[in-house]
């Protein structure tokens, strides 16, 4: 079964409106961390936000908030006032286990994103 | 620029020869992870070390694939004998410690096998 998945393989958004991109995960670890990743057209993967399972808050960073509702396990990224330089893949990743345990991050298969003028 | 650095961030190769890719930590990290990314895919788990130490390296191919880090100097990772099939973006990333705080990412090596 897929750890982390992401149904939208690609989606349009307008300038300045607000996009969620879906993802849901799967794990038996009461201990777990979500992150989101951006992947521009040059390639680097820069880190967006995260959310722990503990954390009793959703996450927010500037214009990302993620959307966490554990008990439906997903972990839904909302970018709002959207920008041009916001076209790019968008990954959401998952790392279990305590944490003292190894970190590896299991990632979703992406979100491209493309804002239009 | 104190972020993770990979190099080179493009290396051709001919099937046969071999690969090396280099992988500076972030200053202060200790932790180091490799991914690989086909194209259009996700980023998909190779090995993490810590300084002389191989922790999890489950997602390394069995043949011709070994990463070290040693105590000093970058983490390798190097593939042998390489086919076209190993043409892939490989990606390096650090943490401080286990657990703590993202991993932040190189811009990794795009590796193309002729």
């Known amino acids: 079964a897929q750890k982390i998945t992401q149904t939208q393989p690609g989606m349009f958004v307008q300038e300045k409106e607000a996009v969620t991109l879906d993802c849901t995960y799967d794990?038996?670890?009461?201990?777990?961390?979500l992150f989101w990743y951006k992947q521009p057209s040059s390639g680097e993967m820069i880190f967006l936000i995260y959310?722990?399972?503990?954390?009793?808050q959703n996450a927010t960073e500037g214009r990302y908030s993620l959307n966490f509702q554990k008990a439906r396990k997903s972990a839904n990224l909302v970018i709002s006032a959207s920008q041009l330089g916001d076209s790019a893949m968008y990954f959401c990743a998952m790392r279990e286990g305590r944490l003292a345990a190894g970190n590896k991050l299991t990632f979703g298969g992406g979100t491209r994103v493309l804002v239009k003028p | 620029n104190a972020g993770v650095m990979q190099n080179p961030r493009h290396l051709v190769r001919r099937r046969g020869q071999e690969a090396r890719l280099r992988c500076s930590p972030m200053?202060?990290?200790?932790?180091v992870y490799w991914y690989r990314q086909l194209p259009e895919e996700g980023l998909k788990f190779m090995v993490y070390l810590q300084k002389e130490n191989i922790i999890d390296e489950s997602g390394m191919p069995k043949e011709r694939f070994s990463a070290e880090f040693p105590k000093e100097g970058p983490s390798i990772l190097r593939i042998q004998q390489v086919v076209r099939g190993d043409s892939a973006a490989y990606f390096c990333a650090s943490s401080p410690g286990s657990g703590e705080g993202p991993q932040h990412f190189g811009d990794g090596t795009r590796l193309s096998i002729l």
């Open positions: 959310q722990g399972s503990y954390d009793q």
């Open positions: 200053k202060g990290h200790s932790h």
């Open positions: 794990t038996s670890d009461p201990s777990y961390g």
